[in-house]
């Protein structure tokens, strides 16, 4: 049976981070947590994270679905969403390019 692996915890990444560019784990954990609130600040203007990907903001449309308890009808409201786009370079490291 195959071993489960556990994605990487907020102070691994900052460790990782803090060796590679040799800084601080304080200096390495700053610069996430930076880069996270400039995600937040400009994600409704689309924020581009490069080489990974960017988050956009897309209105959806109202639709009518269904609650698959009963079967009724029910409408669902339009509201704005904030998606994420992997970049093409992101999935070519991840997947392999074809």
């Known amino acids: ?6 994605a990487l915890t907020k102070s691994q990444i900052t460790a990782v981070l803090a060796e590679k560019a040799e800084i601080s784990k304080k200096q390495a954990l700053a610069v996430l947590e930076a880069l996270a609130e400039l995600a937040y600040k400009n994600a409704k203007n689309t924020f581009t994270f490069p080489g ?6 897309v209105n959806r449309k109202a ?3 269904r609650n698959p308890a009963t079967g009724a009808e029910i409408k ?17 490291a991840i997947l392999g390019s074809k």
């Open 1 to 6: 049976m195959a071993k489960a692996v556990k």
């Open 52 to 57: 990974v990907g960017k988050l956009v903001l």
């Open 63 to 65: 639709r009518v679905g």
């Open 76 to 92: 669902i409201p339009a509201k704005k969403v904030v998606k994420f786009r992997v970049a093409k370079a992101a999935k070519d």
